[in-house]
């Protein structure tokens, strides 16, 4: 392994990405669970190349795995390159020449549910430029988050940012929250992990950690085959645990309307030290 190899974005049309998604709340009641999952990684300028790399997957038909365009921003199956081309020139970001490659859940037999899905923004000459956080609650509501990759961001091949909660997900944590995001972007590895804070410190850490694989047949039958109808596990596994804690007494918090259009709001002042649990 390389260090180019390890931090490098993959040439591919779409990657495979299998590890542990982990969840943990450190207050008011301890809870803690962690899942094995598999995302895609798509070039969203490779969409073509992509619908004929497996007879098992497809993109904008039904197949045993799939990707469809109309799952994500604008959600009327219009171009996502486009879309989010429009986001970053608006926050001052634009990449011309350059790629976006989407992390994002497959659709499984037809369903599929992101919680997150992060949009991996390189301007032409292959720097990364800009993360954008699509963000969705199970009440059918989205949310993005842009936010371009600004100057003491970085920390070796992290890129560290923070952002106000401005957008309501689970039904257990107020909204006056800050969220700390800690991305190791996609080469070898991928990892994601979202802590998210209030005045007085940690409620919730987040995590992914994926190893790559490419996108074949074999792959996609054994990452299949291994984690079963993931989407659907996905959503019964946030019912379950949302279960889980109202048992252990935490009830639901008002649910505001979410925000009419994207946050391109950057972080106040410096970012701050990455809290400790």
């Known amino acids: 392994m390389t260090v180019e190899s390890v931090f490098a974005p993959p040439t591919a049309c779409a990657s495979l990405y299998t590890g ?8 008011p009641v301890r809870h803690r669970f962690s899942y094995r999952v598999f995302s895609l990684l798509v070039d969203l300028d490779q969409l073509e190349a992509l619908d004929r790399v497996s007879p098992v997957f497809s993109v904008g038909r039904w197949n045993l795995l799939s990707f469809r365009q109309g799952d994500h921003g604008p959600r009327d ?4 390159r486009a879309h989010v ?5 608006r926050a001052g970001r634009p990449i011309p020449g350059g790629r976006v490659l989407l992390m994002c859940y497959p659709r499984i037999l037809g369903f599929v549910f ?5 949009y991996f923004c390189y301007d032409s000459g292959g720097d990364l430029s800009a993360l954008v956080y699509e963000v969705r609650n199970t009440f059918g509501e989205m ?9 003491g961001e970085r920390d070796g091949g992290l890129v560290r940012q923070q952002r106000d909660k401005l957008f309501y997900v689970s039904p ?14 996609p080469g070898d590895r991928l990892t994601v992990r979202i802590l998210e804070t209030d005045a007085e410190g940690p409620i919730l850490a987040a995590t992914f950690a994926g190893e790559r694989s490419d996108m074949t047949t074999r792959n996609l039958l054994s990452a ?7 989407t659907f596990k996905i959503v019964a596994a946030i019912h379950w645990e949302a279960l889980r804690l109202f048992v252990k ?12 259009q994207p946050s391109f709001i950057e972080p106040r002042g410096p970012v701050l030290p990455e809290a400790r649990q």
Do not use: C, E
């Not at 199956?77 to 996502?80: A, F, H, K, T, V």
């Open 114 to 118: 992101n919680p997150l899905s992060i």
């Open 143 to 151: 949310h993005t988050y842009v936010a371009p990759v600004m100057a």
């Open 20 to 27: 542990p998604v982990m969840h943990q709340r450190m207050k």
């Open 224 to 230: 299949f085959a291994r984690i079963p109808l993931l």
């Open 249 to 260: 007494g935490l009830r639901p918090r008002p649910r505001p309307a979410p925000p009419a």
């Open 77 to 80: 199956g219009s171009s996502l």
């Open 172 to 185: 257990f944590l107020d909204m006056t929250m800050r969220y700390q995001f800690r991305v190791l972007p």
């Open 85 to 89: 081309d429009r986001m970053l020139a």
